[in-house]
């Protein structure tokens, strides 16, 4: 029973999605309706785009509702239920081709990515996040606050301003709040790091007493405590919003690590390798994976074997 609840949930995201886009062609059209017809199929539909709608953020979703209306006019007495579900739509996803997906329950919503895929996802106030591959965001707004927690990954929030409503974001052991502008945060493992790219933040690492102002081209980074203000290379670290990596001459290991974050295809190291002598320097598809290992072979004499569909290891 779980199996089949997940299914139907992913199939509504995606008709969601397909919906929002625009009028659908005759033949999805019609490929909908029998979809819609299959036990469960019409509640989770139906789910998806109340969530949508409980969270103010389908402006303009004329389309939306008109295919709710017309598909759904004989799914009545459906369950209005606030169970977790998926939900895609009014999005634009670029990379593996997927469709990202939020979840939604009454306390908020989670917004994630997977392997190779990057999201633009409006917010219900009007702000907007962008979401690096393989990145989870949990949003919770209420009237007093705004409130975005970074799970894992990669996240760049244009915030719309309002100074009577503090938007706040919670990545690591870091609190970041501020009334607008446009700033990135990142977590990896057990690193943190928060860049300003306009406007201003107040950060305070858990423990700290009084928050640090973080103004247009500055950062903190680094594990758990107190982190030092630095200056932000913000076209390196921004980048990948373009799709792209940027290195300055970072070892091998860290560069396939940083792929391997972004790319479908992944580059594995052959145990006992000694790579770290060879350091990467330039910008690259994040996408370009298997192109990067061919390269290496031309440009560093590395043997690279491809494992599977997916995998290339790297060898010496």
Request: charge should be positive; glycine fraction near 10%; charged fraction near 25%.
């Given at each position: ?187 990896q493992g057990d690193t943190a790091q928060i860049l300003i790219e306009d406007g201003a933040l107040d ?38 919003r373009d799709g792209r990596l940027v290195f300055n001459d970072t070892p091998l290991p860290q560069v ?61």
């Open positions: 029973m779980m199996r089949r609840r997940i299914v139907d949930e992913d199939e509504a995201a995606r008709w969601f999605a397909k919906a929002d886009r625009g009028p659908l062609a005759a033949d999805d059209r019609k490929a909908f309706l029998e979809w819609l017809e299959a036990p469960g199929n019409a509640e989770a539909y139906q789910e998806t785009v109340d969530a949508w709608s409980s969270l103010r953020a389908a402006k303009g979703a004329d389309g939306l509702m008109a295919m709710r209306a017309a598909a759904l006019r004989d799914a009545s007495g459906i369950s209005r239920r606030r169970a977790i579900f998926g939900l895609a739509g009014a999005a634009t996803a670029a990379g593996g081709g997927g469709v990202a997906v939020m979840m939604a329950s009454a306390a908020g919503a989670t917004i994630r990515t997977s392997a190779g895929e990057r999201l633009t996802a409006p917010l219900p106030d009007g702000s907007s996040v962008t979401l690096a591959p393989l990145s989870r965001v949990r949003v919770q707004y209420d009237a007093q606050r705004r409130r975005v927690r970074l799970v894992e990954g990669q996240a760049y929030f244009d915030m719309r301003s309002a100074p009577d409503r503090p938007f706040q974001v919670v990545v690591g052991d870091e609190r970041a709040q501020g009334s607008g502008g446009r700033f990135q945060v990142t977590k950060v305070a690492a858990a423990g700290q007493s009084a928050p640090r102002r973080l103004t247009t081209g500055q950062m903190v980074s680094g594990q758990a405590g107190p982190k030092s203000v630095a200056a932000a290379d913000l076209d390196a670290l921004t980048a990948w396939a690590a940083a792929f391997n974050r972004y790319s479908s295809d992944q580059l594995s190291l052959a145990p006992g390798a000694r790579l770290d002598d060879i350091r990467i320097s330039g910008s690259f598809r994040y996408d370009g994976a298997r192109e990067f290992a061919n390269a290496l072979r031309v440009g560093f004499g590395v043997r690279v074997h491809q494992v599977d569909r997916t995998t290339w290891e790297i060898a010496e």
